[in-house]
């Protein structure tokens, strides 16, 4: 119990650009949104989320337009499109995608 109410203080009081210090935030629908290249995942894997996402989000899953807003936010930064067959949401409010440039 203790180790949960430890990560939510945590969660609740960081920004995801703590960890992931490449990110570029960008605002997408009034909420600030981080978005990462991921070369390793393969050419042109963008990975974005909620920059300072609740707790409710990392533990218990995103809303349902959260994936959208996080491709939005990828395409924001990228000024690519998505290819949308290689979106992949994660339960924990993230998305990972590559871009056609």
Same mark, same amino acid.
């Not at 119990?1 to 960008?26: E, S």
């Given at each position: 119990?203790r &180790?949960? %109410?430890? !990560?939510? !203080?945590l969660a609740g009081?960081?920004q995801m /650009? +703590?960890?992931?210090? +490449?990110a *570029?935030?960008? =605002?997408?629908q009034?909420?600030?949104?981080?978005?990462a290249?991921r070369p390793a $995942?393969?050419?042109?894997?963008?990975? #974005?989320?909620? $920059? +300072?996402?609740?707790? @409710? =989000?990392?533990? %218990?899953g #995103?809303?349902?337009a !959260?994936?959208a807003a $996080?491709? #939005?936010?990828? =395409?924001a930064? /990228?000024?690519?499109p998505v !290819?949308?067959e290689t979106? &992949?949401? *994660?339960? /924990?409010g993230?998305?990972? @995608?590559?871009v @056609?440039?």
């Amino acid at each position: 119990m203790r &180790k949960f %109410l430890a !990560l939510g !203080l945590l969660a609740g009081c960081t920004q995801m /650009t +703590d960890y992931y210090p +490449d990110a *570029q935030v960008v =605002e997408i629908q009034g909420r600030a949104f981080f978005v990462a290249p991921r070369p390793a $995942n393969g050419p042109g894997v963008y990975f #974005a989320g909620p $920059n +300072d996402p609740a707790g @409710a =989000e990392v533990f %218990l899953g #995103a809303g349902m337009a !959260l994936p959208a807003a $996080n491709v #939005a936010a990828i =395409e924001a930064v /990228t000024g690519c499109p998505v !290819l949308r067959e290689t979106v &992949k949401n *994660q339960t /924990t409010g993230t998305t990972f @995608a590559a871009v @056609a440039c």
